[in-house]
């Protein structure tokens, strides 16, 4: 599923996500994604660091150099006002997407 547009989309949101409340640097954004349950949601490095220059790019982030708990460089990820109103549209899409499947498959139970 790694090249689908649901992959994609997925991956977007939980970076938008991820950067909401706090600015990261990249190892720590993918270290949120996984935090519950790393095979789950085991995110590649080359992905991500991808889909950070493309949210970056379509102005859902700013980076700029700063220094992690560990004392390295890194560019630290900021979500943008604009970040902000798509991360909230498509938290609401995604519950749609959820109901939706899970009605599909009965999943209502599970």
Do not use: C, Q
Request: proline share 2%.
């Amino acid at each position: 599923m790694s090249g689908s547009d649901l992959f994609t989309g997925t991956l977007d949101l939980l970076i938008l996500g991820a950067v909401a409340d706090t600015p990261r640097h990249g190892y720590a954004v993918r270290r949120w994604i996984s935090h519950r349950d790393p095979e789950l949601l085991n995110v590649e490095e080359g992905a991500l660091y991808l889909a950070l220059y493309r949210l970056a790019g379509k102005g859902f982030l700013t980076a700029e150099w700063g220094v992690t708990d560990t004392g390295r460089r890194a560019k630290v990820y900021h979500l943008t006002a604009r970040g902000r109103k798509h991360l909230e549209a498509e938290k609401v899409r995604w519950r749609e997407h959820v109901r939706a499947v899970r009605a599909r498959l009965d999943l209502s139970g599970a």
